[in-house]
């Protein structure tokens, strides 16, 4: 399912408009961004947890090359499916 899928599934579902749809979509997908961005996480309990996790420096090797390189340190989003998801899908 690709964004324009979802938009028109919310729309059926909840009785928007595709337009409002598409702005509850966005304004969702911006307030789970702007929590990352603070390094704070988004519970929604029953799906799952939206978390930031920092990755340390390291050194890596170039496959083509074998040099070494260094692998800077970096935040990374991080998603954990809730049971309620969990369980739907099996």
Known sequence: MNKN???AAV????????????KS???IIDSI???L???SEVRLIGFG????AHRKATTGRNPRTG??????????????AGKALKDAVN
């Open 33 to 35: 961004t702007d929590s």
């Open 5 to 7: 899928e979802l938009v």
């Open 25 to 27: 979509v966005d304004a």
């Open 67 to 80: 040099e070494a390189i260094q692998i800077k340190a970096s935040n990374q989003p991080k998603f954990k």
């Open 37 to 39: 961005k603070n390094k």
């Open 11 to 22: 729309a059926e579902k909840s009785g928007l408009s595709k337009s409002d749809a598409a």
């Open 49 to 52: 947890t939206f978390s930031v």
